[in-house]
């Protein structure tokens, strides 16, 4: 087979890879050991698509990724207690809408967590923190955030929201804790969702791939000139 077509097919397929909404993506899971900004989970281009989710904002628009948190031993042992860090490099214009779905579940049992989300960047500094509702850029109710009503009939919305227009590109980290910045207890769950227009750039293999595919219909190139 001609080599030029081999590297044009795989440049293709990395492209794939690279342009939100083309590869197949649902929900991810939480991987533990993501408890300090060195072991941060890393969401990735192939992480993200877009298409109808009744819990995300402008799914159908805006590339998104859901991560299910991995909490699974139902016991409050305060030596296991630990944050989650999750991170995600972008581009200088873009726009991030951050949100926390089925923390709290409407009592005070094992798994029900009233989260707090923190946006950081490079360094650790806090850009953007929330503990309850959303900032307003959700038009409807977050049909994944359980209200509570107070005894002053007052209605809470215990797991946070909010957006953010990111003016640097670089490397971000998204941090979820509990309420007043504690740490999480093995047991307590939560779903992530993190919607990013564009969506963040690709794993590094995947550019290194489709760079190389390039150079070599380049390199090609420029070898059937030599001959002509």
């Known amino acids: 087979m001609n080599p030029q077509i081999i590297i044009l097919g795989i440049s293709i397929i990395s492209l794939g890879t690279i342009l939100p909404g083309v590869v197949e993506a649902t929900s991810i899971n939480e991987i533990e ?121 007052r209605t809470w919305f215990f797991d946070p929201s909010f957006s953010y227009d990111f003016t640097e590109a670089g490397t971000y980290y998204l941090k979820v804790s509990l309420y007043n910045d504690l740490a999480l207890a093995q047991g307590d769950s939560y779903t992530l969702q993190v919607s990013l227009d564009p969506a963040p750039v690709p794993e590094p293999t995947t550019i290194l791939l489709f760079g190389t595919g390039l150079a070599g219909l380049a390199g090609s190139r420029i070898r059937r000139k030599k001959k002509v």
Do not use: C
């Not at 948190?69 to 030596?79: G, K």
């Not at 207690?81 to 579940?105: C, L, Q």
């Open 33 to 153: 050991g993501n408890n300090t900004l060195l072991t941060a989970q890393q969401l990735f281009g192939s992480d993200f698509t877009t298409g109808i989710n009744t819990d995300i904002f402008d799914s159908e628009n805006t590339p998104w990724a859901s991560i299910n948190s991995n909490n699974p031993v139902n016991t409050y042992d305060l030596s296991t207690n630990s944050f989650d860090y999750y991170s995600f490099t972008i581009n200088a214009g873009t726009t991030g809408y951050f949100d926390i779905d089925y923390g709290f579940t409407g009592d005070q049992t094992s798994g029900s967590a009233d989260t707090y989300l923190t946006l950081l960047n490079s360094i650790g500094v806090v850009l953007e923190e929330r503990d309850d509702g959303s900032d307003g850029f959700q038009a409807d109710e977050d049909n994944g955030s359980m209200k509570h009503i107070d005894d002053d009939d």
